[in-house]
């Protein structure tokens, strides 16, 4: 339940600074302040290894709000799904400690928009984490992404996506929802 506490406040804060300040430029680095709370720690108490991923979604929420890209998918009736992510923890953020989430749209391919996170304390990265991402249509199906950045014009100078990040993003792949999948540990 925290987590949509600090999801609203998230959205208020940002929708605040969007307001204030305009839209970002989606090549910026968002950056918002969080501390390790008692809700978020396990029994080691450091932060749990699955917390990182969900409190990284609110680096997107923040991103998503000022950039205006989350009001132009409202409009369009699209929203965004993780389709993988991949994180990799360097060291540990301990109960009470503040951290920066930095959030990075790294670029695009023909199927998902590629996004990264760090976990940052004292100018020191703790977790860094990769998110592929589709962006739907409530009435089913992909946007395209010649739509998607004609809704909220294509930003320039993306970097091109690294391969290792294709080569994850196929290695990882499930299959197609349309094709089955069946659970066999081979």
Do not use: C
Request: proline share 5%.
């Amino acid at each position: 339940m925290n987590l949509l506490w600090r999801t609203l406040l998230v959205l208020a804060r940002a929708r605040r600074r969007l307001r204030r300040e305009g839209a970002l430029d989606p090549n910026t680095i968002g950056r918002i302040r969080i501390r390790v709370l008692p809700t978020d720690i396990d029994l080691l108490r450091h932060l749990n290894n699955g917390r990182y991923l969900s409190l990284f979604d609110l680096g997107r929420w923040d991103l998503l709000t000022r950039t205006g890209l989350l009001d132009a998918m409202s409009r369009n009736g699209w929203y965004a799904v993780v389709a993988a992510e991949t994180i990799t923890f360097r060291r540990s953020l301990e109960l009470g400690q503040r951290f920066t989430l930095e959030t990075r749209l790294l670029g695009h391919d023909d199927r998902a928009v590629y996004l990264g996170h760090r976990a940052v304390a004292g100018g020191e990265i703790y977790a860094s984490a990769v998110i592929r991402a589709r962006i739907l249509r409530r009435t089913g199906g992909t946007v395209p992404h010649d739509e998607l950045f004609g809704a909220v014009g294509r930003p320039e100078g993306l970097p091109d996506i690294e391969p290792w990040v294709h080569e994850w993003a196929a290695a990882s792949a499930l299959p197609s929802t349309r094709r089955p999948a069946p659970s066999d540990w081979k």
